[in-house]
Every structure is written in C-alpha cells, then in structure tokens.
C-alpha cells in the first residue's frame, strides 16, 4: 500500500485544521473511486488490514502515529503527532520484524499488549466493520454516513 493515507491525514490536519481521522473514513478515501462499494464487496477486513499493516510500517523520523479514542465521536481515529515520544500508557504497534523503533501507537483499552497488532484491528473492526462494508465512511456527529461534498472536496485535493 502507499502512502496517500498519510498525504490526507497531513492534508486534514494542516489544510483543514482538523486533528484526526477515523479508519472507514482512510478506507473509503483510499477506493477508486473515492468511497466505492461496487467491487469491494468482502474486501473490508482485509483492507483495514493493510491499511493498519502500512501505518506500522511507515519509516517516520520526526512524528509517530497514534491511534485512541476521539472524545466528540467516540470512534477509534488516527493522529500524527509531532516528536518521537510514545504517549502516556500507550502500547506499541511494532513492526514485522522489530528491530526499527515503532511509529504507531494505541491508548485504548482494548489494544493488548500481548497481541497488539491483532488486538487493534478486532477493535477497529468491532466498532466500524459494518460502516466500512456498507459505504458510510464518514463519522458526522456519533454516527456513520456516506461522504459529504465537502469530505470529497478535501479527499480530492490531498490526493490527486
């Protein structure tokens, strides 16, 4: 997988103002085109799959990456932050092979320790599986919905 999913989180946050994203709202932005269902069909698992897989992989130098829960949404969203300090009681998301330092990052108290990796994905998957495989990757309010202009407007501009 690429990278765009780092391009619109930098572009929300440095364009838009916006702190974080929730991961059906990298999934939807990421299909072609933006926010498919059709072709997708039982795709969802494995994409956040890959998308999570990617996120760990990146080889960042001066942010990391951190997963928690956003307080107005009450979802499971991605943020980068600035330096290479874990965040307080955090667990680590390492690599494949461990031996680079880790860039993501979870404060929820369903990532475990001992299977961080797996433990992340059951829980994003828990709470947004359905919205992603039924196309509303948006999270207005506390509620998932289908993209608005506005979502597409900002997709479109940090990735093409």
């Not at 269902?37 to 996120?55: M, Q």
Request: charged letters at 20%; glycine letters at 6%.
């Amino acid at each position: 997988m690429d990278d765009r999913w780092l391009r619109l989180l930098v572009y929300w946050q440095d364009h838009e103002f916006k702190h974080s994203l929730t991961f059906p709202f990298l999934i939807g932005a990421l299909r072609i085109p933006i926010g498919a269902t059709k072709g997708y069909a039982n795709t969802a698992r494995k994409e956040l799959e890959e998308l999570i897989d990617a996120i760990r992989s990146y080889a960042a130098s001066n942010f990391i990456l951190h997963v928690y829960r956003c307080g107005d949404r009450d979802k499971l969203v991605l943020t980068r932050v600035h330096g290479t300090s874990a965040p307080p009681y955090s667990v680590a998301i390492p690599q494949y092979s461990g031996a680079s330092t880790p860039v993501l990052f979870a404060s929820d108290s369903s990532v475990k320790n001992t299977a961080p990796m797996e433990s992340l994905i059951a829980a994003i998957w828990h709470e947004s599986g359905t919205a992603i495989e039924r196309g509303l990757f948006s999270c207005r309010g506390k509620l998932f919905q289908p993209f608005d202009d506005y979502e597409l407007n900002v997709i479109r501009a940090a990735l093409y």
